[in-house]
């Protein structure tokens, strides 16, 4: 079966860290893209890193730069979500994604071939 399998959420407290992991299963990540995503409740799902296939390039939102870190062990065939300094505004199921060919969090969301089934963070006292 091709499915994308994240891990590592939960709960944590405001200004704790994660580390969410999004594991291929079935098919070779080496040549995808793969973007991290999340959808509050009540919002729209919006991208929140994404890296290259060859860890070229890499594209985050405004609202997790340097606190979010996205990477990847194509040996383990696994891509990496580091989330340090969390706010409760990071509450949300959070997604990874794999897409060829693009380059915008837009494009993905349109064109993902694989998706997880996401992962909740809860970020709460």
């Known amino acids: 079966q091709l499915q994308l399998v994240e891990s590592g959420g939960g709960l944590v407290q405001p200004g704790g860290s994660l580390r969410l992991s999004c594991a291929a299963s079935?098919?070779?990540?080496?040549?995808?893209?793969i973007g991290w995503f999340r959808q509050a409740p009540g919002k729209e799902r919006e991208g929140v890193e994404c890296?290259?296939?060859?860890?070229?390039?890499?594209l985050y939102a405004d609202s997790v730069k340097g606190r979010f870190t996205i990477s990847r062990d194509n040996a383990k065939n696994t891509v990496y979500l580091q989330i340090h300094s969390l706010k409760p505004e990071d509450t949300a199921v959070y997604y990874c994604?794999?897409?060829?060919?693009?380059?915008?969090?837009?494009?993905?969301?349109?064109?993902?071939?694989?998706w997880g089934q996401g992962i909740q963070v809860t970020v709460s006292s």
């Open positions: 994604a794999a897409s060829v060919g693009v380059t915008s969090f837009q494009a993905m969301l349109t064109r993902a071939n694989y």
């Open positions: 079935g098919f070779n990540l080496e040549r995808y893209t």
């Open positions: 890296i290259s296939s060859s860890a070229g390039w890499s």
